[in-house]
């Protein structure tokens, strides 16, 4: 089909901020806009796209033992778009509501709906034959697969949920990845009671995002870990009646021993980590209570990143240990209503306050790998 657009006049090319090769400075580059439209297929003007910390593993080169890789590629997989073209088929997003030209979304990768983890299992971001944004060469038409780009093109079986009215788009966008992973984690926790303890490992975007939400459960202890300090102020501010800084605590036994200490010796009720650190895994082992709560989400699939595990000590404790892998479509919707309801309760446009150009995502990667910003905003 010909492109309706939003706008009378739609410019012919993209400029994006392209990643031509490992540690090097992005390069903007021009691409053509696609004419024509697969049905259920959209085109999006980009709003914003927050920066990920495997944004920055991808521009340091870290990421090959977690996805293949094929350079160049535009970064950029958390964002919110508005949208500016239809393909044929029914515009409606994945919970029904009506979309219309001009209106704000954020989506997912696209999954293939056939497989047995698709179907059968109904875990579609174990699907194993994603077309997947961010990690699709943009030397493949339509190009445009990077939220580091003016315009992005929305695969034909992605997920996709309109933007409440009340929520940002810097937020919105930091919802696509960062707080719908830990909807996600949180689904896979289960329950917490007033009475219950958590340890959250990690005081980035995810970590803090985990904060609130533990606070906003209901959890009776929320026990930080990590930095900055400027992190840790904002973990208080979102709900943690305990911080441990990294900084003022180094030796992981020692953290360890603090966390045991601040749980009265039985250690946590639930743990989960968000920190991505090579040792943080053996550091809640340590700290979840016997027939405790352990869900594992911030670590990437990175060669040497290997650690020793006694296997009689899990059965010792009988911990319940489980991880969480990225998110379906229900937990962006759930993370959008999340901010959406809780905004007089929780602030978080501090975490989205420095925001760069396409010119300066290199920048923005820079700052969040040297943990400078919390969660850079890249504005198209």
């Not at 927050?50 to 996805?67: E, F």
């Not at 200490?261 to 743990?271: M, P, R």
């Amino acid at each position: 089909m010909t492109i309706a657009s939003a706008v009378e006049d739609l410019p012919k090319t993209s400029r994006a901020a392209v990643l031509a090769d490992f540690n090097a400075p992005l390069e903007i580059r021009e691409y053509p806009l696609p004419t024509s439209l697969a049905p259920g297929a959209l085109l999006v003007r980009m709003e914003a796209a927050t920066v990920c910390g495997s944004d920055y593993k991808l521009w340091a080169g870290r990421m090959g033992g977690a996805l293949p890789l094929t350079l160049p590629l535009i970064p950029g997989h958390e964002f919110a778009g508005r949208i500016v073209a239809f393909g044929e088929g029914e515009r409606v997003d994945s919970m029904g509501a009506t979309l219309e030209l001009g209106d704000r979304i954020v989506f997912v990768h696209s999954n293939c709906g056939h497989c047995d983890y698709c179907t059968l299992f109904h875990q579609p971001a174990l699907c194993r034959d994603r077309d997947m944004y961010t990690f699709t060469s943009s030397d493949q038409p339509p190009h445009l697969f990077g939220g580091f780009s003016e315009y992005l093109h929305v695969f034909p079986k992605s997920g996709r949920v309109r933007i409440p009215d009340e929520v940002s788009s810097p937020i919105a966008s930091a919802s696509s990845c960062a707080l719908r992973t830990v909807v996600h984690s949180f689904d896979r926790l289960g329950r917490l009671e007033p009475w219950q303890s958590m340890v959250i490992q990690g005081s980035g975007p995810l970590g803090l995002f985990a904060t609130a939400m533990a606070h906003h459960a209901g959890a009776g202890q929320i026990i930080v870990i990590g930095g900055p300090d400027d992190r840790l102020e904002l973990a208080t501010e979102y709900g943690a009646t305990d911080v441990v800084s990294v900084a003022d605590v180094p030796d992981p036994d020692a953290r360890v021993e603090a966390v045991m200490e601040l749980t009265g010796g039985k250690g946590s009720d639930a743990v989960i980590e968000l920190c991505g650190a090579r040792t943080a895994l053996l550091e809640g082992l340590q700290m979840v209570r016997v027939d405790g709560r352990y869900v594992v989400t911030g670590p990437m699939d990175e060669p040497g990143t290997e650690v020793p595990i006694r296997p009689g000590y899990l059965t010792g404790k009988q911990v319940n240990i489980m991880g969480a892998w990225s998110a379906d479509i229900s937990h962006y919707w759930k993370a959008l209503e999340f901010v959406r309801r809780t905004a007089g309760k929780y602030d978080f446009s501090k975490m989205t306050t420095s925001q760069y150009s396409l010119e300066n995502a290199t920048d923005a990667l820079h700052r969040m790998g040297t943990y400078a910003d919390i969660k850079p905003v890249v504005i198209p």
